[in-house]
């Protein structure tokens, strides 16, 4: 797991949520989910839903991660 994944996931458990219920607030598929918190992006279609996935979840996070994912180098 890369340290974007750690973040992600970490905020999702921070709040009590399931990927099926980050799915279901996102819209992205759980599968996408759990790829992008294991850092497998060779399992997201591309680069582009890799980044739109990640600023879709950053609502389901807190304060301190948002800042760390958007300052995380492209």
Known sequence: MDELGLILQEARENKGLTLAEVQEETRI???YLEALENGEYAALPSPVHVRGSILIQ?????DTNRARVTSTPQ
């Not at 950053?58 to 807190?62: F, G, K, V």
């Open 58 to 62: 950053i609502p389901c996070s807190n």
């Open 29 to 31: 598929n759980a599968a």
